[in-house]
C-alpha cells in the first residue's frame, strides 16, 4: 500500500533536490544529489519505486536518464498527491 505520508515525502524530497541540480554547475554537487536520491530509492517504499518506475530498471539510477527521470517522478508523484 502507497500511503500518503510517503508520496508526500517522495516529493518533497526529489523536488527539494532537483531544483538544486538543475541550476548546478558542480558536478561535484551533482553527483552528490544523484547519490542522495540513489539511497532514497533504496530506502523508500517499493510499491511506490514501482509505480514510478513503471516497469524500468533502474529508475533514477542511471546518470544518462538521471534529470528525465527526476522530472518523470517528480511529476507522477504531482498527480499522485491530488
Known amino acids: 500500500m ?3 505520508d510517503s508520496i508526500e515525502s517522495a516529493y518533497c524530497f526529489f ?3 532537483y531544483q538544486v541540480y538543475a541550476y548546478s554547475n558542480s558536478e ?3 553527483d552528490d544529489i544523484e547519490y542522495a536520491i540513489s539511497s532514497y530509492v533504496d530506502e523508500m517504499s517499493p510499491e511506490l519505486y514501482k509505480r514510478l518506475a ?3 530498471e533502474e529508475f533514477l539510477l542511471t546518470h544518462n536518464r538521471f534529470a528525465e527521470d527526476m522530472k518523470e ?3 507522477t508523484l504531482s ?3 491530488l
Do not use: D, F, P, Y
Open 28 to 30: 561535484r554537487q551533482r
Open 54 to 56: 513503471n516497469g524500468r
Open 2 to 4: 502507497i500511503t500518503k
Open 79 to 81: 498527480e499522485l498527491s
Open 73 to 75: 517522478a517528480i511529476k
Open 15 to 17: 523536488h527539494q533536490k
